[in-house]
């Protein structure tokens, strides 16, 4: 099994940023890939941001250049630095393990962006 606990979330007013970070723990070895969905109220969970082991990034479009994953290979953590939040970032954020076919999550952060 795979543990991921998350940190970082919280209230943001507009224009300002947040630090997500998920660490990592278990059954980890291998090729994978890390990263962020987020999911709002009466939404589907959507792609935030991931990062594979050799460092290739993938971002949803709605990024727009706003956010940076990076991951550190050695503690097993993957960040999400989220500048210019908007109101619509407003979600629960969770961190994504994925092994193969296999995906694990956390049990989210919530962020919330003030008008």
């Known amino acids: 099994q795979v543990r991921l606990v998350e940190s970082g979330g919280g209230l943001v007013q507009a224009g300002g940023s947040l630090r997500l970070s998920c660490a990592a723990s278990?059954?980890?070895?291998?090729?994978?890939?890390m990263g962020w969905y987020r999911q709002a109220p009466g939404k589907q969970r959507e792609l935030v941001a991931t990062i594979n082991s050799s460092g290739s990034t993938n971002y949803g479009d709605f990024v727009k250049g706003r956010f940076i994953v990076s991951r550190d290979n050695n503690k097993n953590t993957v960040i999400l630095q989220m500048n210019s939040l908007k109101p619509e970032d407003t979600a629960g954020y969770y961190c994504l393990f994925r092994r193969g076919p296999l995906d694990y999550w956390g049990q989210g952060t919530q962020v919330t962006v003030s008008s």
């Open positions: 278990g059954f980890i070895f291998g090729d994978n890939t």
